[in-house]
T-cell receptor, first 111, second 115 residues
């Protein structure tokens, strides 16, 4: 599976949109982009995933560039409960659940 | 409610003792996984099982053992051979294809401290 690069940390003001970047320049055609988050001392929680089209659900939006070498997770209205480590993961369709978690981005939402 | 239950949440053991962490799921998922997380690090895969009575080593299987006798259960034993067992252990499950969208369902974790 392709590797990903994320900033180590970022801050966001409560109520503002949080834009989390991820670089995956070596992504292959059959690899999806997944986003998970982990609140301190809890299990990771799935947020969203996509292949090449932009995706939106009740939690977030995922914007994937046309060349698929990078993506951005958007939390439209950040709340204090969104403070967590966010992981961007690239996974091939045939690799089951063997997700490769990097160090992620520590997002701190401030009042 | 459906979900994954890990126990115990906290565990203290003396060096040289084997410990077994429990993971039970009632989601009717075929696949189950064990991950290890060290402070400030991402998750690393220890073992995974795609079906009952079968399992495969992940990236850091040395010093660990698992069994998969029932679909609902995937216990992890941290043996005395594991040199640095103190860590946060996470169990996860997922459905098999074609329902498998790549989403993993995680438990709340077990924090093991070896004294």
């Amino acid at each position: 599976d392709a590797k990903t690069t994320q900033p180590t940390s970022m801050d966001c003001a409560e109520g503002r949109a949080a834009n989390l970047p991820c670089n995956h320049s070596t992504i292959s055609g059959n690899e999806y982009v997944y986003w998970y988050r982990q609140i301190h001392s809890q299990g990771p929680q799935y947020i969203i995933h996509g292949l090449k089209n932009n995706e939106t659900n009740e939690m977030a939006s995922l914007i994937i560039t046309e060349d698929r070498k990078s993506s951005t997770l958007i939390l439209p209205h950040a709340t204090l409960r969104d403070t967590a480590v966010y992981y961007c993961i690239v996974r091939a369709t045939d690799s089951w659940g063997k997700l490769q978690f990097g160090a992620g981005t520590q997002v701190v939402v401030t009042p | 409610d459906g979900g994954i239950t890990q126990s115990p949440k906290y565990l203290f053991r003396k060096e040289g003792q084997n410990v077994t962490l429990s993971c039970e799921q009632n989601l009717n998922h075929d696949a189950m996984y064990w991950y290890r997380q060290d402070p400030g690090q991402g998750l690393r895969l220890i073992y995974y099982s795609q079906i009952v009575n079968d399992f495969q080593k992940g990236d850091i299987a040395e010093g660990y053992s698992v069994s998969r006798e029932k679909k609902e259960s995937f216990p992890l034993t941290v043996t005395s051979a594991q040199k640095n067992p103190t860590a946060f252990y996470l169990c996860a499950s997922s459905p098999s294809l074609p329902a498998n969208t790549g989403e993993l369902f995680f438990g709340e974790g077990s924090r093991l401290t070896v004294l």
